[in-house]
Structure formats: C-alpha cells, structure tokens
T-cell receptor, first 111, second 112 residues
Framework: QKEVEQNSGPLSVPEGAIASLNCTYS??????FFWYRQYSGKSPELIMS????GDKEDGRFTAQLNKASQYVSLLIRDSQPSDSATYLC???????????FGQGTTLQVKP | DADVTQTPRNRITKTGKRIMLECSQT?????MYWYRQDPGLGLRLIYY???????NKGEISDGYSVSRQAQAKFSLSLESAIPNQTALYFC???????????FGPGTRLLVL
C-alpha cells in the first residue's frame, strides 16, 4: 500500500463545474496536509494546506480533511480551463520533516 | 526575484560524466530537499537536510551525493551519470508558518 494514494485520472469536467480530487493516506500520525498544482514541465505550486478536521476554503478552492478516515480532498468550484493541471496531494510523515507525495491526479477542464 | 533558484535549468550530459546541480534559497529556511520526478512515478525524495550539519538519505539516494555549503545552498551531484538518471530534478525548502514546502523551478537533465 502506498503511503499517499491518488487516482491518476484524467478527471475531466466541463467549464463551470465542480472538480473533486481525492487522496487517502496510511500514516495515522500525520498532522499536515497539502495540495499542490503542477502544470506540465513546471514546478509544484502550493494551493492549500490543512491541519484540522473539517473544511478550509480559499477562493474557489476548498480542502476537506477527515483524519478518522485518513482522507483529504480538494474541491474546485467554477472550474476554469486554466485549472487544467496535475494536482499533487502531500502528507507530512510523522515528525520526520518529510513530505510524502501522491502520484497526482490530472484534471482536464473542457471549455 | 525567485525565492528558490536552481542552476542549470537544462543540462545534457554523457554517461559516466560527473555533474552538479545547484540550489540556492533566500527564504531563510533550514530545511532543504532534492527530488526527482519521472512520468508515472511522481516526486521521489533523493536527499534532505535540516541544517548544514544534518544531511539524510531519501528513498532513492544511490548514485547521488549532496553538499550543504551554507544554509542557503544545497547541491546535488551525480558522480557518474547514467541514462536512467534522466529526469526532472527539483530542489525545495521548507519552513515558515505551517511548515510549507516551496519548490525551485526545476532542472531538466538528459543523460545520453
């Protein structure tokens, strides 16, 4: 079992729809969770971080965390073609100072 | 100016050559990391450093070495490059509120 798992996709949604990206993790002691966006050939860019159970909203993005289910998700409302990218879920491994990344989900937003 | 810089941005080399990839940061973070990214394999950690005197192997350190010359500089070396080290390499720093990790722009390496 991978430490951080994501469906590789591609996830295809029409412009204006809600895109839902999911991530599960195996380390129960993880406390910090991050979503990065990566355009092809570019470096990952932080979108959201979340540390507590529940929802955290930032503009069109909402991160959701459920530690009991070891599940973190990212919702993108009013999806735009410019949101088309690979989204990486990252989980802090215990107290090691290391982030473990999922393989990423490719999102395609069609006009 | 970018907070995390990498040089070179692109490099073509031949099998057996020694090369060095450099990373500099102005964020003042103690923690620095080197990753490689390959299609379908995601980001894999090569080495990481929590300060100048603390360097640790990641999950794929074989064939690589690192040097932390200063808090702001962390270099990755390929002692004898081989074709399967062809990849996109990222340097990252971590710190600040929430211990956020920030990536450099990447170095695209091709080993012939």
């Amino acid at each position: 079992q991978k430490e951080v798992e994501q469906n590789s996709g591609p996830l295809s949604v029409p412009e204006g729809a809600i895109a839902s990206l999911n991530c599960t993790y195996s380390d129960r002691v993880s406390q910090s969770f991050f979503w990065y966006r990566q355009y092809s050939g570019k470096s990952p860019e932080l979108i959201m971080s979340i540390y507590s159970n529940g929802d955290k909203e930032d503009g069109r993005f909402t991160a959701q965390l459920n530690k009991a289910s070891q599940y973190v998700s990212l919702l993108i409302r009013d999806s735009q073609p410019s949101d088309s990218a690979t989204y990486l879920c990252a989980v802090n491994r215990g107290n090691t100072g290391k982030l473990i990344f999922g393989q990423g989900t490719t999102l395609q937003v069609k006009p | 100016d970018a907070d995390v810089t990498q040089t070179p941005r692109n490099r073509i080399t031949k099998t057996g050559k020694r090369i060095m990839l450099e990373c500099s940061q102005t964020k003042g973070h103690d923690r620095m990391y080197w990753y490689r990214q390959d299609p379908g394999l995601g980001l894999r950690l090569i080495y990481y450093s929590f300060d100048v005197k603390d360097i640790n192997k990641g999950e794929i350190s074989d064939g690589y070495s690192v040097s932390r010359q200063a808090q702001a500089k962390f270099s990755l070396s390929l002692e004898s490059a081989i074709p399967n080290q062809t990849a996109l390499y990222f340097c990252a720093t971590r710190g600040g509120a929430g211990e956020t990790q920030y990536f450099g722009p990447g170095t695209r390496l091709l080993v012939l």
